[in-house]
């Protein structure tokens, strides 16, 4: 079974609108993180933003925050004013408690490629 | 990727030759990975090392491949007699160790096309 759901395998938004990509995740651990991470084409994998999932509050930075839905499992990302430059992969991923699951694996989601258009 | 070095960034192999890839990281108190990304696709997991613990092999797709992280810090990713589906960006990534919520951070990665 898939761990790590994103449902919109691409997306388009209008240059300055906000956008929310989807993820969805599978655990039946109590302690895990959620990770988003942005791949131009470059290729470069670039860290965005953290959730925990004790932490009560929806994490944010900058132009990017969280919307953190635990009982849903599901933790969508939310890019505002949105610019030419956000345009790239968005991975969304997770990281279960080792304590439990025995693995300190990062299971990524397979990905929303996202257009902003000008 | 800073903190990460990986060798070579583009490898051309002809089907069935061994490749070994490098990944160089400059900390070596970090958990260390590989993943792997076909085009187009997602980030699947190939294997982990976190300290003198066994590594987490479980990713790995075939016995054709293996990995050996060599005194806690360069790790060699190896593919024997590469075949086609082999073709795609091999990435490492390291994590400090003992922080659950420290994100990875990733290499440049290695581009492999096997013909």
């Known amino acids: 079974a898939q761990k790590i759901t994103q449902t919109q395998p691409g997306m388009f938004v209008q240059e300055k609108e906000a956008v929310t990509l989807d993820c969805t995740y599978d655990?039946?651990?109590?302690?895990?993180?959620l990770f988003w991470y942005k791949q131009p084409s470059s290729g470069e994998m670039i860290f965005l933003i953290y959730q925990g999932s004790y932490d009560e509050q929806n994490a944010t930075e900058g132009r990017y925050s969280l919307n953190f839905q635990k009982a849903r499992k599901s933790t969508n990302l939310v890019i505002s004013a949105s610019q030419l430059g956000d345009s790239a992969m968005y991975f969304c991923?997770?990281?279960?408690?080792?304590?439990?699951?025995?693995?300190?694996?990062?299971?990524f989601g397979t990905g929303t490629r996202l257009k902003v258009l000008a | 990727g800073a903190g990460v070095s990986q060798s070579p960034s583009n490898k051309v192999t002809e089907k069935g030759k061994d490749v070994e890839l490098r990944c160089d990281p400059i900390s070596g108190h970090t958990a260390l990975y590989w993943y792997r990304q076909s085009l187009g696709q997602g980030l699947e997991f190939l294997i982990y090392f976190q300290g003198n613990s066994a590594p987490d092999k479980s990713g790995l797709p075939s016995d054709r491949f293996s990995a050996e992280r060599t005194g806690g810090s360069v790790s060699t990713l190896t593919i024997q007699r590469t075949q086609q589906e082999d073709s795609a960006v091999y990435l490492c990534?390291?994590?400090?160790?003992?922080?659950?919520?420290?994100?990875?951070?990733f290499g440049n990665g290695t581009r492999l096309t096997v013909t």
């Open positions: 990534a390291l994590a400090p160790i003992g922080q659950s919520n420290s994100p990875l951070h």
């Open positions: 655990t039946s651990d109590q302690s895990y993180g």
């Open positions: 991923a997770m990281r279960e408690d080792p304590t439990t699951s025995g693995t300190y694996k990062y299971i």
